[in-house]
């Protein structure tokens, strides 16, 4: 199974993206999926996760900017992201942990200007 990141783009400070992760084909025994970021110069963190149940998580810097949700009849997992901030700006991959092995997409870039 692989993941397929997209959505990524340039938008001006206050503007929108969806991104979306689509997965080849069914992930048996999920745990939870999320969306990370690696900003130029920093180190890979986390953005949001949804768990198996539904329940989501966000680092403080994008709550209530960004939501994560996900299609299971679709096999895909999406991050909407608004009200966009230059600080927004990075390398935004999906991930997939499942009881057996990780599973990462490629990263879809977001630039932000102000």
């Known amino acids: 199974v692989q993941l397929q990141a997209s959505g990524g783009g340039l938008v001006q400070a206050g503007g929108s993206l969806r991104l979306s992760c689509a997965a080849s084909g069914s992930i048996f025994g999920i745990r939870a999926s999320g969306w990370y970021r690696r900003a130029p110069g920093k180190q890979r963190e986390l953005v949001a996760v949804?768990?198996?149940?539904?329940?989501?998580n966000y680092r403080d810097s994008v709550k209530g900017r960004f939501t994560i949700s996900r299609d299971n009849a679709k096999n895909t997992m999406y991050l909407q992201m608004n009200s966009l901030k230059p600080e927004d700006t990075a390398v935004y991959y999906c991930?997939?942990?499942?009881?057996?092995?990780?599973?990462w997409g490629q990263g879809t870039l977001v630039t932000v200007s102000s």
């Open positions: 991930g997939v942990e499942s009881i057996l092995r990780n599973y």
């Open positions: 949804i768990t198996e149940g539904s329940g989501t």
